[in-house]
């Protein structure tokens, strides 16, 4: 059972980028929720899609709210956080994690997380 983050990278503010968390082990139809952690502050939740059966409690933060967006390719078992609009301080590191109850929805017990992908938005 595995999570794996990846897409981040370098790119100048206004840009957008396409993050991936695939999973192994099992599907991603369970709530997932995607987190960030900038340099020197505590992590925080991003954004959260529910699993299929419940669409009502997907999410995403005021703070990113019209730029962040969630979505879910059964078929590639695989959640995206597609970011555009790109600030500055959306520069951190961002992780996603699983909720693997049945029915699982926003926000999660997250038990199973991915290793991080960086994301650096340049002004």
């Known amino acids: 059972v595995q999570l794996q983050a990846s897409g981040g990278g370098l790119v100048q503010a206004g840009g957008s980028l396409r993050l991936s968390c695939a999973a192994s082990?099992?599907?991603?139809?369970?709530?997932i929720g995607w987190f960030r952690q900038a340099p020197e502050k505590e992590r925080e939740g991003v954004a959260c899609?529910?699993?299929?059966?419940?669409?009502?409690?997907?999410y995403v933060v005021d703070s990113v709210k019209g730029r962040f967006t969630t979505s879910r390719d059964n078929a590639k078992n695989t959640v995206y956080l597609r970011m555009s609009n790109l600030r500055p301080e959306d520069t951190a590191v961002y992780y996603c994690?699983?909720?693997?109850?049945?029915?699982?929805?926003?926000?999660?017990?997250?038990?199973?997380w991915g290793q991080g992908t960086l994301v650096t938005v340049s002004s």
């Open positions: 082990g099992f599907t991603v139809d369970y709530a």
């Open positions: 899609i529910s699993s299929t059966n419940d669409d009502s409690s997907s």
């Open positions: 994690a699983v909720d693997r109850s049945p029915g699982s929805t926003c926000p999660g017990r997250y038990r199973t």
